[in-house]
């Protein structure tokens, strides 16, 4: 009987310090869930071009409803769309490089990459401009103006409401003549060289001038370079920008719904004449408008 016992003891014990030695994770069911997440996330792929606004949508694993989306060195406001899914309007600026990259959902130390974007080239058009030479080679008082001004418009494109304003497609604000289209490379007097990131309508003085899409007017004041200026916020980053004007029907702080006057055209601010500047600028990027306009029929026809 003794023996028995002792036999019993040992064989306890040799279990016990045999279980000791397997590795135990914390959380198994963790581990076995976050690898099932990362298998059946496949990313979204997107062509586009230098200046140009995707709107994509990609899925969002369960749990990772708050997560944040991070493009390059951008986190991108997103809402949800469809069960499992949520949209991005993403922008590429004027000058981004002909790459490939991806945006990824971002929970605290984890990440999935969830679009995957391929920059292909676009070639430009380029134009000729007389203007005013004070507006191209400003003096110490209009260069402290202008510094002023942009502190300010840097601080008014911080205020994005996260959820989207408008919930109809964005519209042309004119269909007139378009004088000079985005992305032209620009020479003013033979020497300066630049790039207009808008569009140019033709307008006589007086012509006016509605709202693209609802959203919340930030900014209707009078700015050294684009004259008398609205600037419209549409939400998730999308700000409408409309310059030269010659009055302003508007004030900031008003909600105006698509096409709604909110100025008149002129020709104020560094302008050669009497026409209408219709900029989109998305998450710090300005691009084509008519980008925005199409890229937003694809999301309301789904």
Known sequence: M????????????????GLKQQPIAENPVQVIEEKVVQS???????????????????????????ARLKCKDQFI??????????????????????EK???????????????EFLVKPYAYKSEKLKVDYRKISLSKKDQKRAAREQRILNEIYTQSAATPYFSTPFRAPLTSHITSVYGTRRVYNNA??????????????????????????LFADDLFYTGWTVIIDHGLDIFS????????????????????????????????GPHLHWGIKIHGNYVDGYSLIEESEKQFRK
């Open 2 to 17: 003794k023996n028995r016992l002792l036999l019993c003891l040992f064989i306890m014990s040799a279990c016990s310090s």
């Open 40 to 66: 059946e996330v496949s990313p979204t792929g997107v062509q586009t071009f230098p200046g140009r606004v995707r709107w994509v949508s990609f899925v969002v694993p369960k749990g990772w409803e708050g």
């Open 77 to 98: 406001k997103h809402v949800p769309y469809r069960p499992g899914f949520h949209y991005a309007y993403i922008a590429e600026t004027y000058f981004s490089d002909v």
């Open 101 to 115: 990259h991806s945006c990824a959902l971002k929970l605290k130390d984890r990440e999935i990459p969830v679009i």
């Open 192 to 217: 300066h060289r630049g790039q207009h990131l808008g569009t140019d309508f033709r307008a006589a003085v007086g012509v006016p001038i509605p709202a693209t899409n609802r959203g919340k007017v």
């Open 241 to 272: 920008v409309y310059g030269h004007l010659s009055e302003v029907k508007t004030e900031a702080g008003a909600i105006v719904n698509g096409g709604d006057i909110i100025g008149l055209s002129g020709s104020t601010g560094r302008s050669s």
